[in-house]
């Protein structure tokens, strides 16, 4: 395990993790947090990746997020669009630049930045866990309420008395930067979201022609239901995209969720899957 800083094309010195297999592969698989996830909640991961596997690992926090937030929190000019379009790229190009051939396991927000990088034809395949479009017009009934009461009262509340975004708002012990939720509130309430309809942005999407495969849980009705990550694949339509749904009861457990891939107690079941689909596209 090896800590270095990766720098931005701003400057910027993000934070990240390299674990380095034995087996001297020059095989890299990134794993690009959600939101307010810290690099650390994927430890377990990258480290199965490396002793289990075979191939090296990457995890990393963007800018104003755990081990990447440089000043305090109130500080912070960090946006939601300086990661896709600084954060994610430096480190795809960084590990480009290293001689790696590139996997990128994107959870959730990470999903959806993948274009703004302008880098995803020095990827492989990338494979989207929880990934979905923020825009709430895919929620359905009283979760989509729930999410409109988020964008419309929570988030600017919350950030209008602290200066930012704690993380008790979300459920999360990390929190965000105002500059990083006002995006987010942004393009939660745009029907395109992340888009935002610029023509740009879609082209941008549309130049996407890897294989990326999106994996989806039954039980994520809040933070990343079924629609919202249909919709994210459609955005995708020049990419060589499969995509599945994974249901609780399949893995004889009473949850997944959002967050629940990670967690050591799918080692066995689910850990296994991103891998075995990058080794088949090759």
Known sequence: ????????EDGFQLSATLFESDTQTKELVIIGPATGAPQSYYRPFAKYVKDEKGMNSLIFDYRGVGESLDTSIEKSDASMNDWGTKDLKA???WAYDHGYRI????HSITGQLLPLTESADKIGAA??????TTSSYFWEGKYRLLVLMFWRVIVPLLTKIYGYFPGWGMGSKISLPK?????????????DGVIQGEPRRQDLYSRVTNYIHFLSMADDHLFAPRLATEQLMRRYFGARSTFEMIYPEDLSVKEIG??????NRFRE???QKPIDYFKMIG
């Open 103 to 106: 996997y990128l396991i994107g």
């Open 127 to 132: 494979y989207f866990v929880a990934s979905q």
């Open 179 to 191: 500059g990083v939720v006002e995006d987010w509130r942004k393009w939660g309430l745009h029907k």
């Open 91 to 93: 480190i795809i190009n």
């Open 269 to 271: 079941s689910l850990w």
């Open 258 to 263: 959002h967050f629940g891939f990670f967690r």
């Open 1 to 8: 395990m090896k800590k270095i800083r990766i720098v931005t």
